[in-house]
Structure formats: structure tokens, C-alpha cells
């Protein structure tokens, strides 16, 4: 009986040996990915930091005038190139920044209390009074300026008190036409509130007037990622286009004020604004 011999490599394979990498070494572990936390919904967050602005005394007192203007100037200087020289400047110097109370902090509900002493015993008949006639229309005495249309509401809000005789006028493009707001420009106007754009529009196409404007309020107040009127893009570069084109000739003339509404120019949180915008890229 014949016999069929089994060779040992068909029984059983041998493991082969790997032979090692000559290339760098690469670490196979995963990067765990930190997970980011949901953004508050925006209308809570807004509502919060209303609350913190009026409870928190330290962070709305004002700057002195001399303050705010150096802080003016550099951000006039490094947004458009604007230097205005010493001899310019000495005579609008004391005048053309408007110092608010320090016994107010600077927050919505106090804004027309702030413009009204800024007035002084003229407050009554140049920001409330309703008499048509008087006065060329479509020429707001006080414009504030800010860099939404949410803002300029809020901010309406607390000049309630001054509009009651003259209602303020909204200057800004959301649900609102052009058409609209040339009509209601055809009427007295003590106080307009609204964005860059809009309000510069309108003074384009001549139908807002600056002939009785005495004050530009800008809003100091940041957005919920830390944006400003200052530093909110295409916003910022709108403001300055409205202000180089319609008022910085005007308060070299002494005819126009500057009020910087909201936190002081020296607050921590106008300087860490950059660092903010970075960790939420």
C-alpha cells in the first residue's frame, strides 16, 4: 500500500517577519477634538447683558472729555488716516466732547437723562418740542449712531421720555423703505436714531438735513461677540465714510459734538475685543 508524504510547509505557514519602517515615526493615537459650547440663543444673551450693564457701576462710568477725544482721534487717525493737527484742534478742544454726569451710569434707560443735561435750560424746546414751522424740517438737533438696527431701537427706547411731542425718527433699513422715511423727514424731527449707512443715505439724496444737528451720539456698546460701532466690519468702515464725508469738517468748526455713549474708552473689554473675535474663529 503506497503512502503520500505530507510536507511540513503545506501542514502549517510560517508567520512571516515585518520588516521595520525605514520612514518617520507616526503617532497612530487621534487627537481628541474638545467640544465647543452651544452659543447662548441671542435674544437671552442680549437681555443678560443689559442687565449686567445696569447693575455694573464700575464699567459705565465715563471717560473725562480729554479722555474720550484722545480716543477719538486715534481711532479717526488709524480708520482713515485723519490727523488732526494741534492747530485745528485748540480751538474745539474743550468743546467739541461731550462730558456726561458722573452720578448717571451710561446705560439705555439713562440716555435721555444725559442728553437732556447736555442741553442745558435749552433741552425743553430744542429736543421736545412738536410745533411745526419753527424749524426746518427733516433737521434733527441729535443723531445717534449705532451699529444695528436691534441697537438703535433699544436706544430709542430710553429717549422715550424726550419724544413724546416729536416722536424720534428710525434711520436705519430693516422693515423700513427709503420712501417711507423721506416722507416722515418732511416733518419737524428733533431726534433721529440708526445705522451708517441708512443716514447717510438719506443725507445724500437730501432729505435728512444737518442744519439744526448739534450732537452725534455714538454707541459704545458691544454686541454680544464683542463688536462695536468701531470695530464691526463693513459697519466701521460705513461710520467713517458718514463721518468724514458729513461731520468731521463741522466740528472743526465748532458746530457739532461728539458724545461717546457706553463704556469708557479705557474699559478692559474695548481692549480684549480682538482676542475675543480670535478664539471665535
Known sequence: MAT????PSAAKKTNKVRKPSLGPKKDLKKKKKSKKPNA?????????????????????????ASEQLSFFLKQLESAIGVKVSALELDPIKDKCMVE???NLDQNVSNLGEHIKMSFGSSWRD????????????????????????LRSLELLRGLHSLTKQCPALKLF????????????????????????????????????????????????????KGFSLFTLPQ?????????????????????LRICLYGPKPAAPKLKNNKKQRQNQH
Open 4 to 7: 503520500t508524504e505530507v510536507k
Open 40 to 64: 447662548p440663543a441671542f435674544d437671552d444673551t442680549v437681555e443678560r447683558n443689559d442687565q449686567n450693564s445696569e447693575s455694573d457701576g464700575d464699567e459705565q462710568q465715563p471717560a473725562s
Open 100 to 102: 456726561l454726569s458722573q
Open 126 to 149: 430744542t429736543l421736545c418740542e412738536g410745533v411745526e414751522g419753527k424749524v426746518d424740517p427733516g433737521s434733527p438737533a441729535v443723531l445717534v449712531v449705532s451699529s444695528s438696527a
Open 173 to 224: 433699513s430693516k422693515h423700513l423703505k427709503v420712501e417711507e422715511q423721506v416722507s416722515l423727514l418732511k416733518k419737524r424731527v428733533n431726534i433721529g436714531s440708526g445705522t451708517p449707512s441708512r443716514i447717510k443715505k438719506l443725507i445724500d439724496i437730501e432729505a435728512l438735513g444737518l442744519s439744526r444737528l448739534d450732537m452725534i451720539v455714538l454707541d459704545m456698546h458691544t454686541d454680544v
Open 235 to 255: 459697519v466701521r468702515d460705513e461710520f467713517w465714510d458718514l463721518y468724514k464725508t458729513c461731520f468731521h469738517q463741522r466740528v472743526l468748526e465748532g458746530s
